[in-house]
């Protein structure tokens, strides 16, 4: 099978849980180029090139979840400019310095960020059930995560982006469905930021990006119609999930090398 076919099939995967679960896609992105290729008998995907393929899908996925989701009344602007900027700048940093990294350590990063994150999203938790204009937190608090989210974030190609649901909802005490669509809006900012890193250090391959964004253009919205459809404890507990697969593997293969 062509290594196109399989991005583009990933991309349509990654892209509608983008929508539905507020995450960047990476974290199913990233190990379906990883691996996928190999299994179909196309070329391997080198690692620093699949991490600029989620930073296109997250930009793309981002944007068009985003504008659904804010649609539908889910988005907290004063939470996407308050962790935003703060997001993308440490995300260029990050992404500036995954160069210089060698494969192993950005696969443990990414590993860990979705271990932790699909920690926080199975333990229960008490949000206030207010609408997204209404949410406050502690700017203080905010401002922190979304550095520390956006520096790894950038360095593993914003699959740690999975983990700003978590963050909003656990430490931040915001709804559910408000952090899953704000999170696209924060995502975006870092993802900007880390596309930059990305491109100027030569780690995006402008073909197989198009591809990505084509799929986004299809999945992504599709994905946020499904989500202001269901549960937000269903939605959690996907997400939870899904992390938790692709961290299991990823951790594999930095561990082992393979």
């Known amino acids: 099978m062509p290594v196109e076919v399989i991005v583009a099939i ?14 960047g896609g990476g974290i199913v992105l990233t190990p379906a180029l990883l691996y996928a290729p190999q299994l179909f008998g196309a070329a391997a995907i080198p690692v620093k090139i ?25 988005v907290s602007t004063r939470l996407v400019w308050l962790m935003g900027p703060p997001a993308a700048i440490a995300s260029l940093v990050g992404a500036f310095a995954s160069r210089d990294m060698s494969d192993r350590v950005l696969l ?4 860990v960020f ?29 401002i922190a995560l979304a550095v ?3 520096a790894f974030g950038g360095m593993v190609g914003i699959g ?20 899953i669509g704000s999170s696209l809006g924060i995502g975006l900012f870092g993802a900007i930021a880390a596309l930059i890193g990305k491109a100027a250090t030569e ?13 986004a253009l299809i999945a992504s919205p599709l994905g946020a119609y499904v989500s202001v459809r269901t549960r937000t404890d269903v939605l959690l507990r996907i997400l939870a999930v899904v992390v938790a697969i692709a961290a299991v593997r990823i951790a594999l293969s930095a561990l082992t090398g393979a």
């Open 108 to 111: 443990a990063i990414f590993a």
């Open 203 to 215: 780690q995006v391959d402008p073909k197989l990006a198009a591809i990505v964004v084509g799929a």
């Open 10 to 23: 990933a991309g349509l995967v990654a892209s509608f849980l983008s929508g539905l679960l507020g995450i």
């Open 148 to 150: 520390v989210i956006g």
């Open 50 to 74: 699949v991490t600029g393929l989620t930073v296109v899908q997250a930009i793309s996925g981002s944007i068009l979840g985003a504008v659904r989701h804010r649609a539908y009344g889910n």
């Open 160 to 179: 740690a982006i999975a983990f700003i649901v978590a963050a909003l909802v656990y430490f931040l005490r915001v709804p559910p469905r408000v952090a």
């Open 114 to 142: 979705s271990f932790a994150g699909a920690l926080l999203l199975v333990l229960p938790v008490e949000a206030p059930d207010v609408d997204a204009s209404e949410v406050r937190v502690n700017t203080p608090l905010a």
